[in-house]
């Protein structure tokens, strides 16, 4: 199987192949957003389809290869060197993104059911910062009309963003879902830390890291999935297609609230 034919199985759109070097480009099941990203250079290739996929999926040539290993090497420390420059730069944009940041309120708040939140909003962009082990590792930047997107060869796995009330540990997909999960939380007096962790692939992880959570994940196909690989207690709705912040607007979700109690019993 050629790469273009890969990428299309794993559900990104590729109009035209730049080499060497990380490109984000829109997935089938998001084509209005860059959820995907890829980095070919002719024999081997990684991808991501950051919907889907926890980790990149590796691709190579079918090609007869004759293997040059001072090469290989060559271009595995150089790529390394490479990931370790964007990883920094992506990290330090973050932290200049912040440092010009300014709480204020922004449409997408609004749009999800939050017109008197303010968040971090830089160039009309809506920031949430993103965090391992506390260092600020990137970003996920918001426009008012909902698309996301992360800054540029930033770590992303295992990055996430806290909601810190001193309680149980939640761990959430989306921000808007950690928003209506605080706000419910916070009507019933219960104590929270919740945890965002921005992608479906990336749900397992941040929760293992927590292993009294109670995840809260998006039902559909790929947040099931996650939902139960985490072997935690965790919620669905009952409505195919939507998160929390959907059914926390429209007046559900409350049976949040007898899973994390039972879920406390437990522990």
């Known amino acids: ?148 997107k992360f800054l540029a060869g930033q770590i992303t796995k295992g990055a996430y963003a806290t909601f810190d009330n001193k309680g149980i540990d939640i761990v959430t997909e989306g921000y808007a879902t950690a928003l209506s999960v605080r706000r419910v939380l916070k009507t019933a007096h219960i104590r929270y830390r919740i945890h965002v962790t921005f992608s479906a692939g990336n749900l397992p992880d941040i929760a293992k890291e927590f292993p009294q959570c109670v995840v809260v994940a998006d039902n559909d196909a790929t947040g099931i999935k996650v939902a139960q690989k985490t072997g935690r207690p965790y919620w669905l709705s009952g409505v195919e297609g939507e998160d929390f912040n959907d059914a926390e607007v429209r007046g559900a979700g409350v049976d949040l609230l007898n899973l994390i109690r039972d879920s406390s019993k437990d522990t």
Do not use: C
């Open 1 to 148: 199987m050629n790469f273009e034919s890969f990428a299309q199985a794993h559900g990104l759109i590729i109009q035209s192949i730049v080499m060497n070097k990380w490109v984000r480009v829109p997935t089938i099941d998001h084509p209005h957003k860059l959820n995907g990203s890829y980095k070919y250079d002719g024999d081997v290739a990684f991808l991501q389809n950051w919907a889907i996929h926890e980790s990149p999926v590796r691709w190579v040539t079918d090609a007869p290869y004759k293997r040059d290993i001072a090469k290989d090497r060559a271009k595995s420390v150089q790529a390394s060197k490479e990931r370790l420059q964007a990883h920094q730069n992506a990290a330090k944009k973050a932290a200049f993104i912040l440092n010009n940041s300014a709480k204020a309120f922004h449409p997408y708040l609004a749009k999800k059911g939050f017109p008197q939140e303010q968040g971090w909003v830089w160039n009309d962009l809506l920031i949430i910062p993103m965090r391992i082990k506390g260092s600020l590792v990137g970003a996920q930047l918001i426009q008012p009309d909902g698309t996301k």
